[in-house]
T-cell receptor, first 113, second 112 residues
Framework: SQTIHQWPATLVQPVGSPLSLECTVEGTSNPNLYWYRQAAGRGLQLLFYSVGIGQISSEVPQNLSASRPQDRQFILSSKKLLLSDSGFYLC????????????FGEGSRLTVL | SQQGEEDPQALSIQEGENATMNCSYKTSINNLQWYRQNSGRGLVHLILIRSNEREKHSGRLRVTLDTSKKSSSLLITASRAADTASYFCATHGSGNTGKLIFGQGTTLQVKP
């Protein structure tokens, strides 16, 4: 069966520090991968998605970047965090990009102080 | 712009009552999906309805889709305290990008 792992679960970082959130999927190959951000009490904002290794599409200009160094690994990064980067970050995958359901990780809660 | 918008933003009911949440969207869709999120957790897929379907059932869940009005509703019958969560509709964006766009969600509280 397929599983998705996301870490760390909780992170408290000072403004200006770097960030690295990791997401890996097991039990499938060539998944479509997504990073979403959720502000408190709000919906999900799509940040990045990837249809293959090294292929990253950015949805919102921002202080973040994403990379996909391996087929089932998706990384969200920042060189210098801003206060506005605080939020709940969710990684997700699907096999069928145009029609399929997404499977989500448990999320990473980032607090920038 | 946001593809899906839910209504109401918050809903509080007693256990045993039915809960209805509505979703509106703006562009043509391949399908519409509903997800559930417990507080502080990831989202879980509930049900998918295709653009050529008008109604779909899954256990205590009933979803309707009206493509002429660009709207969908999620009905939870005989609610339980364990149904307390946030519920989101989501639609695939235009083109073949595979982007799934979520609404702002409805927060449901079911009181025992």
């Amino acid at each position: 069966s397929q599983t998705i792992h996301q870490w760390p679960a909780t992170l408290v970082q000072p403004v200006g520090s770097p960030l690295s959130l990791e997401c890996t999927v097991e039990g499938t190959s060539n998944p479509n991968l997504y990073w979403y951000r959720q502000a408190a009490g709000r919906g999900l904002q799509l940040l990045f998605y990837s249809v293959g290794i090294g292929q990253i599409s950015s949805e919102v200009p921002q202080n973040l970047s994403a990379s996909r160094p391996q087929d089932r690994q998706f990384i969200l990064s920042s060189k210098k965090l801003l206060l506005s980067d605080s939020g709940f970050y969710l990684c997700a995958w699907t096999r069928m990009a145009q029609t399929g359901e997404l499977f989500f990780g448990e999320g990473s809660r980032l607090t920038v102080l | 712009s946001q593809q899906g918008e839910e209504d109401p933003q918050a809903l509080s009911i007693q256990e045993g009552e039915n809960a209805t949440m509505n979703c509106s969207y703006k562009t043509s869709i391949n399908n519409l999906q509903w997800y559930r999120q417990n507080s502080g957790r990831g989202l879980v897929h509930l049900i998918l309805i295709r653009s050529n379907e008008r109604e779909k059932h899954s256990g205590r869940l009933r979803v309707t889709l009206d493509t002429s009005k660009k709207s969908s509703s999620l009905l939870i019958t005989a609610s339980r305290a364990a149904d307390t969560a946030s519920y989101f509709c989501a639609t695939h964006g235009s083109g073949n990008t595979g982007k799934l766009i979520f609404g702002q969600g409805t927060t449901l509280q079911v009181k025992p």
